[in-house]
């Protein structure tokens, strides 16, 4: 401290009194403080912001009166998230938001308090880029909206390997997922899968496997050097990493750390992988292991219920679904379960069509009560195999014949007073198919309406599934020439229909592609192969042989070439198809052998015909490649 001497007389003699006089130190005010305690910020000192009380108030010796509670805080080490982009005047086009967007936010994620401040910041955002209404034009008034959405984070590099997964993945998210989910509304592909990548490695290698696919030119003609080349090098690729999905899953089997969902997205995914390469055989053991899986899963679930009050969370919906679609896939084209089995699942299958609304709001809610009926004449069907049918008469023929003018006399076997608990089946199957078409009918005449063009390919190819699955259950009557001649008019609308959503493949995703699910390959083979309708039939065989479509198990390169080799062996002396518009039932090809390979690209074919309609069965056989 500064201090001065005084001589208190006023002479240098004398004795001298040094006197010290303090000078004051002025404390330079800083800036407002924004930020810390409360006391901090009166005090207009620097604040430690610790939590409970700051340490500077502690050293000051006064209590610390803690922190606002609006305080909006943001610490530097929290990046903010990206703010949306807004698109030029006059400039934009459209913006589609991509399929992985829509995964990464359904994730379920709590936001911390600096999070949903910018979520508000982004919804306050896309308000104001909303552009008035443009009402000079009245068709633009429908696109007055520019659907602005918020740019999510990408996926965690340090879940890939490489880039080059990383890129596959992405490619799977934005454009596999899109054309495995076809004109049907689905959150399979674009939500279900992808969330259960994000914890399990072996989902996550199997996407990236598909991703690597090219799912809609699957076949092109492409035959140069360098394209053959890439295409080596992907399927190499896609080989690696479905291979490591393989490794992935019998790891976390073997450690008890696989959960119902991601075993069966799993058997899913692989059953993916092989039809698309044509390994028909190991991609129906995956799907009867999921169906297995799943009945086991149920039993647990109804046992847990009644032990202990409490039920397991029940399986995601669209995985059932996919599942009941994948089974009547396996079961039409091998199935090996006995009678008693067929009977049990189609007597369980009972109650999930029970509950069936009066009318359907959605094409979505339509879509499941559907296939669970065509499962359940499928297993019907097939529970069959062993009856003779002939011993008894069915009364399917009369609940559809009553509808319409017979062309022949009820036989003296069709009485319908007699009672048989498998016809009983058939005609609860087929009141089950009356009353989703009646429940559907408001949704069909909405889509065929001026304003239903969105909803139009799903709600068509939801009533060509309706159409086959009740062609496919009639046929199994024992009256052919009913079901020969009765079913005119639903053949010629499924093949119309068919044709209608094939030639409009832009729209309706049924082009030239690979889908997993089941389309209008299969109806038609309903139609071509237990109908014979003979004009009808080789329009079928013209379309397979135009289109290059695979959708699961069932490719149209060897069903058209098959039908059509069928149909040149029956149709041999017959006459104009104007005089004889079915093949005779005498003159029916059986096929009683089907070995088909589709990655050497050949099926060994042989049938059993009467020559001529006449004399003894003689077998036929061929070779035929494509």
């Known amino acids: 401290m500064e201090s001065r001497n005084y001589n208190g007389s006023g002479s240098g003699s004398g004795s001298d009194q040094a006197v010290r006089i303090p000078v004051k130190r002025r404390r330079t005010l800083g800036p407002k403080v924004r930020s810390g305690c ?44 990206p703010r949306p982009l807004a698109p030029l005047q006059n400039t934009y086009v459209t913006i589609q938001q991509p399929i992985y967007q829509t995964f990464y936010q359904n994730i379920s994620h709590t936001p911390t308090r600096h999070e949903q401040y910018d979520q508000n910041e982004q919804l306050q955002t896309v308000q104001r880029l909303r552009l008035p209404p443009n009402t000079s034009n009245p068709d633009t008034t429908q696109n007055n909206f520019i659907p602005i959405h918020p740019l999510y984070r990408p ?82 690729f896609a080989y690696h990493s479905y291979h490591s999905a393989i490794v992935d899953m019998r790891r976390s089997t073997s450690e008890g750390q696989t959960d119902i969902r991601t075993k069966l997205l799993a058997c899913l995914l692989f059953a993916c992988f092989e039809t698309y390469h044509g390994n028909r055989d190991v991609a129906t053991a995956q799907v009867f292991a999921g169906i297995e ?36 896939q ?11 089995l067929h009977l049990e699942r189609l007597n369980g299958g009972r109650a999930a069509v029970e509950d069936m609304p ?82 559907f009918e408001p949704l069909l005449r909405k889509a065929r309406g001026p304003k239903g063009r969105a909803s139009f390919h799903a709600a068509t190819l939801l009533r060509v599934h309706y159409l086959s699955g009740v062609l496919c259950l009639a046929a199994t009557t024992p009256h052919p020439l009913y079901y020969h001649r009765c079913y005119t008019r ?75 080799w069928v149909a040149d062996i029956e149709e041999v002396g017959l006459p104009s198809e104007e005089e004889e518009m079915y093949v005779p039932e005498e003159r029916v090809a ?28 003689v077998m036929k056989e061929t070779v035929i490649h494509w």
């Open 155 to 236: 996926p965690p590099r340090d879940l890939f390997q490489n880039d080059q997964e990383r890129l596959y993945f992405q490619r799977f998210c934005e454009i596999s997922a899109a054309q495995l989910t076809g004109c049907l509304e689905s959150e399979l592909w674009s939500r279900v899968v992808l969330q259960a990548s994000e914890t399990a490695p072996c989902i996550r290698h199997a996407v990236t496997a598909i991703g690597t696919l090219n799912l809609k030119g699957w076949r092109d003609g492409n035959n140069s050097s360098n394209s053959q080349r890439l295409d080596q090098k992907r399927l190499q």
């Open 490 to 564: 639903e053949l010629t609308e499924v093949v119309d229909l068919a044709h209608l959503l094939l030639e409009d493949a832009n729209q309706s995703l049924l082009g030239d592609s690979y889908s997993l699910d089941i389309g209008v390959v299969m109806p038609l083979i309903v139609v071509g192969y237990k109908y014979r309708h003979r004009a009808l039939r080789r329009r079928i065989i013209e379309t397979f042989g135009k289109v290059q479509r695979r959708e699961g198990i069932w490719d149209v390169d060897v069903t058209g070439r098959v039908m059509k």
């Open 293 to 328: 899986a799943i009945d086991s899963y149920n039993l647990l679930r109804a046992h847990s219920q009644t032990t202990s009050g409490t039920a397991l969370p029940p399986i995601d919906e669209e995985i059932v679904r996919i599942f009941v679609v994948l089974e009547i």
């Open 590 to 617: 059986t096929i009683c052998r089907m070995e088909t390979d589709l990655v050497k690209r050949e099926s060994n074919l042989a049938v059993m015909v009467r020559e001529g309609g006449v004399g003894e069965l």
């Open 38 to 81: 409360v006391t901090c910020k009166i005090r207009r000192v620097k604040c430690d912001e610790g939590k409970p009380g700051c340490k500077r108030c502690f050293k000051f010796g006064k209590p610390c009166d803690g922190y606002e509670r609006n305080e909006q805080s943001k610490p530097s080490t929290l990046p903010r998230k």
């Open 358 to 439: 009066v009318e359907f709001t959605s094409l979505k809610q339509a879509r499941l009560p559907m296939t669970r009926i065509v499962l359940r004449g499928i297993h019907l069907t097939m529970s069959q195999r062993e009856v003779d049918l002939s011993l008894h008469p069915s009364i399917v023929d009369l609940w559809w014949i009553s509808e319409r003018t017979s062309p022949a006399p009820i036989g003296a076997n069709s009485s319908i007073s007699t009672v048989d608990p498998v016809y009983a089946l058939q005609c609860n199957i087929l009141s089950e198919y009356k009353r989703w078409e009646k429940a």
């Open 330 to 340: 396996a079961t039409t084209y091998q199935d090996r379960r006995s009678r008693a």
